[in-house]
């Protein structure tokens, strides 16, 4: 990733926008940004970080980032364009903020943006993402860094790049954490853990199984064991294969045992069953001999009846050969009553039919309808009635056109109302107009004014806004000054009483030289002080004697007593300097309250000023539209006046054209009549006299077909034995009941032959008078049945025990080789897992092994730099901090001196010591980072301060190795303080501190 340009605007200490041009800094590679304290240095690195991941590169929250030297409307912004590869991008955020609302007094919370646009040589910007999270999700790809990792590789914060060696190791393994992603290993200690769980409990459920298996063998067993001889104890359930293996062969002695009982209940059954069924059988031919008798008896005492009824049979059979003629003569008697009712119906329709009718022809109105006319005299009626119809029907035609003239002529008069009413509401309507069109040229003459008074109203808003926060910021930065005064006054009681224990140690130091040097005396060795060999009595070291690490110690807390006095000398004077600055720009609104309540009337002015001139453009288009609206309504106006005349002569016309056809009309067919009427009169009697037409024909036709059938039954009758229709027809009897009678009859006769041939057969003859007694037998195969039965059901519970105990016992000797295998798998798994858990030697986990070679990777890249910028005599090294296996093992740090060719702890480097050391380690965190992330090109770097706690020689390795990277095409941007980096750097940004917010100043020299 390679930064072109970085624009800012209303953010941290930049009140006006700002841009820094890159690419006009790589050319030299390195560059320095300069500046007081305080000034914004450090905002331009967090704003590089916020417009990348909406995340700052220090300790600062995301909250507050809107500057507050801005405008209240300004919107705080930060936009980078950035290349990855061949590819151009800008990326623009505005943080969370609080803005003044659009309308009305209040603020409202506006909630970040961001923006990711993908640029092209003269092409326009395409949208890659439009929301916060899809846009750090798509620079975390595009970049091929984290957050965390680009604070690491890229972009080192004030304070933070020493993080790496001075953490201990639980805080590195943290810190490690977010550089790689080693989730995946911790996941699979997991995973490992969970799966040795689950193959620890397959077996444990596999063992409770073998369990139950037994338990139930032993419960199918119990119904089935033989009692224990007195004084005995039960035999044991069984605990193993073996016990099972036994309880087969018992369960099998005892299937033998209750299967011979079996077949002896079988056998004396069987006996009982044979007597039993001799008895039954000699039982049934006594029932069915009596049984045959008593229905012979029966069936003679009916002979009576049976012979009425072939009596009744006969007759029916002689009255049915006359059947068709006396169904043809009834039938036809019917149709002829039915005929002479349907035509009384049809003579009271066609009278009714004739009275509601009018406008008849004569021979319609004359016919005669009290005596039945003939069929020729209803022809001709008919004929003459539908000659009138058609007379009629062009008279109803005329009438329909004069309707149809008056409802035009009717709706000609509506539509000249309504263009009446219309023209009134148009002119009523441009009146209003004319008074509206007064009131809005005053609006727009006051908008006018409002919108050329905007700027300088808007200007003293803004300068009486300014001197209100000024005026509010006095008495906390009173109380800032007053509280770094305490702070540099404690600071200075703690350098004096630094001084006075360092001189107090010395002292005591001094005063115990020599038995210091006493200790170092050997024997026959020269004495350093004296040349002696000889030491008779050396001296010996008091109680309180003073080493040199105990004056070191005093030494470095006198330093960093003396260091935090300056800090506070600083803080004090910054905070005398802000309060100067407010001060002077509050001017004479000292007091916050008068000044914050001129702010205030300022603002409604500019505000009310704002909303006038903001509706400006609205009531110049509204002014235009209102002409226009005149101008469509006198057209509207006259268009009417034309359109009630046309419609008037329309009605007119119409209604002259409706008195000429109903005239005619009238004249016609009579005054007072309707055409229509008269023709719907007109079709109930066409109907009826047709009806009546048709009625004549079929009572002719009835009375013929009855006189032919009355002489052919006669002739019928006088041949059969009947003297009259009706007593053939009592005799008439229908098919199905002649059929039934034949039956019955039939049925009689079979049965008397069938009881009196049961009686002669040959099986019941020689029975005895007494019914033989089955009872007893019945009841000795009932109580032999229940004992075979309970043999049964004892045989069949041994033989299903059997099968149960064989079933649990192949399943247990299933279970037992699986238990053994399901054992097996749990302890390698667990093995595994707690290995890789860190919870069996060597106790690191595989997580903290994997996060162990990453530091080793950096440790080795760190040395590659580390050597060059100390002149080979410091070197990192990885130590098992924790020892024997503790849960902090494998992360631990220390420092190979090649001076004394000892290690010691990274705690013992002295302040420029451990920046290069830190400086070292956090590029071989760079380093380790772009190898491992599949070689992610690193074109930047950024480093805010540390350089001041280096000596001139150790500044210019430091510098050295910077260059080295700077020649290897990387451009570097460096925050400090030092002189001697403004001497050698001489290009790069200037950071100018103001009371209306920072500004920068890009510059080839300082």
Not at 298 to 313: D, G, H, P
């Amino acid at each position: 990733m390679k930064p072109h340009r970085l624009a800012i605007e209303a953010f941290g200490p930049y009140a006006d926008p700002v841009a820094i041009d890159f690419d006009a800094l790589a050319a030299e590679g390195l560059f320095l940004i300069h500046g007081t304290t305080g000034a914004g240095k450090t905002f331009l690195l967090d704003a590089l970080c916020f417009a990348l991941y909406g995340e700052v590169s220090g300790d600062r929250s995301v909250k507050g980032l809107r500057s507050d030297h801005a405008p209240p409307g300004a919107v705080p912004r930060v936009s980078l364009e950035f290349s990855c590869g061949a590819a151009r991008y800008r990326v623009e955020r505005v943080p969370a903020h609080t803005a003044p609302k659009a309308r009305g007094q209040g603020t409202t919370e506006k909630a970040p943006q961001a923006f990711l646009f993908r640029l092209g040589a003269g092409k326009p910007e395409q949208a890659v993402a439009a929301k916060t999270t899809e846009v750090t999700r798509e620079v975390e790809h595009l970049v091929g860094l984290s957050a965390a990792q680009f604070r690491q590789v890229i972009l080192l914060p004030q304070g933070r790049f020493a993080e790496v060696l001075r953490a201990k190791a639980e805080e590195r393994e943290a810190l490690l954490k977010t550089l790689f992603d080693t989730v995946i290993y911790e996941r699979a200690g997991w995973w490992l853990e969970d799966q040795a769980r689950t193959a620890r409990n397959l077996a444990l459920d596999q063992a409770r199984e073998q369990e139950v298996l037994r338990r139930r063998a032993a419960d199918a067993w119990d119904p089935q064991a033989p009692e224990p001889p007195e004084g005995a104890e039960a035999p044991p359930p069984p605990a193993d294969q073996a016990g099972l293996e036994a309880l087969v062969e018992r369960i099998g002695g005892v299937v033998q045992g209750t299967e011979a009982a079996l077949g002896e209940a079988s056998a004396s059954l069987l006996a009982a069953q044979t007597t039993l069924a001799t008895l039954a059988a000699q039982a049934d031919r006594w029932d069915r001999r009596a049984a045959a008798s008593a229905q012979l008896g029966e069936l003679e005492a009916k002979q009576e009846t049976v012979a009425e009824f072939r009596q009744k049979l006969s007759q029916a059979e002689r009255a049915e050969t006359l059947r068709p003629s006396l169904v043809a003569e009834q039938g036809a008697r019917r149709a002829l009553a039915l005929v002479e009712r349907g035509l009384q119906e049809q003579l009271r329709a066609t009278i009714q039919a004739r009275a509601g009718a009018r406008a008849l022809p004569p021979s319609v109105q004359e016919l005669d309808l009290v005596a039945l006319p003939s069929a020729e005299t209803l022809a001709a009626a008919g004929a003459d009635l539908a000659a009138r119809g058609a007379e009629v029907r062009e008279l109803a035609r005329k009438a329909e056109e004069a309707a149809q003239a008056g409802g035009a002529a009717a709706a000609a008069s509506q539509r000249a109302s309504e263009a009446e009413a219309g023209r009134a509401t148009a002119v009523a309507q441009q009146e209003r107009l004319a008074a509206e069109q007064e009131r809005e040229l005053v609006l727009l003459a006051k908008a006018r004014s409002a919108r050329d008074q905007l700027e300088g109203l808007q200007r003293a808003a803004r300068e009486a806004d300014g001197r209100a926060v000024a005026a509010e910021a006095i008495a906390p930065a009173r109380e800032r000054q007053n509280g770094a005064e305490v702070a540099r006054n404690g600071a200075d009681r703690e350098v004096n009483a630094a001084a006075a224990g360092l001189n107090e140690l010395r002292r005591r130091q001094i005063e115990g030289m020599a038995a210091r040097l006493a200790g170092g005396l050997a024997a026959g060795a020269p004495c350093p002080v004296c040349g002696s060999a000889d030491h008779p009595a050396p001296a010996r070291p008091s109680a309180d004697a003073v080493d040199d690490g105990t004056i070191a110690a005093a030494e470095r807390t006198l330093a960093a007593a003396t260091q935090a006095a300056q800090a506070a000398a600083v803080a004090l004077a910054n905070a005398q300097a802000a309060l100067a600055a407010v001060l002077e720009k509050a001017g004479d609104g000292v007091d916050p309250l008068p000044a914050r309540q001129a702010a205030g009337t300022a603002a409604a002015a500019h505000q009310a000023a704002q909303s006038l001139a903001e509706g400006l453009p609205a009531l110049e288009q509204q002014t235009t539209d209102r002409e226009q609206q005149r101008q469509q309504l006198a057209k509207a106006i006259e268009a009417a006046a034309t359109a009630i005349a046309l419609e008037r002569r329309a009605a007119a016309e119409a209604s002259q054209r409706q008195r000429t056809l109903a005239e005619q009309v009238a004249r016609e067919l009579g005054e007072g009549l309707e055409p229509g009427a008269v023709l719907r009169a007109f079709g109930p009697l066409e109907s009826a006299l047709q009806a009546l037409v048709a009625g004549v024909g079929a009572h002719t036709r009835a009375t013929s077909e009855l006189e032919q059938a009355a002489r052919r039954l006669g002739q019928e009758l006088a041949a059969s034995p009947f003297a009259t229709a009706e007593d053939a027809a009592v005799a008439l009897q229908e098919e199905s009941w002649r059929l039934k009678l034949v039956e019955r009859i039939a049925a009689y006769e079979a049965a008397v032959i069938e009881q009196r041939n049961l009686l002669s057969a040959p099986d019941l003859a020689d029975l005895p008078e007494a019914r033989p007694d089955t009872a007893a037998a019945g009841e000795a195969v009932a109580r032999l049945d229940g004992a075979r039965t309970r043999a049964v059901e004892c045989h069949s519970e041994a033989r299903a025990a059997q099968r149960e105990i064989t079933r649990l016992t192949a399943e247990h000797r299933t279970g037992t080789t699986a238990l053994a295998a399901k054992q097996e798998r749990a302890e390698r798994l667990s093995a595994v897992a707690n290995r890789c858990q860190g919870k069996a030697a060597p106790y690191i986990s595989l997580q903290r092994w994997v996060l162990s070679a990453y530091l080793a990777d950096i440790c080795g890249y760190a040395n590659q730099r580390l050597t060059l910028m100390t002149s080979g005599r410091y070197q990192l090294r990885l130590t098992d901090e924790g020892g024997h296996g503790g849960r902090n093992a494998g992360l631990g740090l220390r420092v190979l001196d090649a001076y004394t060719g000892e290690e010691r702890e990274v705690s013992s480097l002295s302040g420029g010591e451990t920046f290069q050391a830190s400086l070292a380690l956090a590029l071989g965190v760079a380093d380790t980072v772009q190898a491992h992330a599949g070689g992610v090109p690193l074109e930047a770097l950024f480093i805010d301060e540390g350089f001041g706690s280096l000596d001139p020689d150790n500044l210019q390795l430091a510098m050295d190795e910077l260059d080295r990277l700077r020649e290897g095409g990387r451009m570097i941007g460096l925050i400090s303080h030092v002189s001697a980096l403004r001497e050698r750097i001489r290009g790069g940004i200037e950071v100018i501190a103001g009371d209306r917010g920072s500004t920068l100043r890009l510059s080839s020299s300082f």
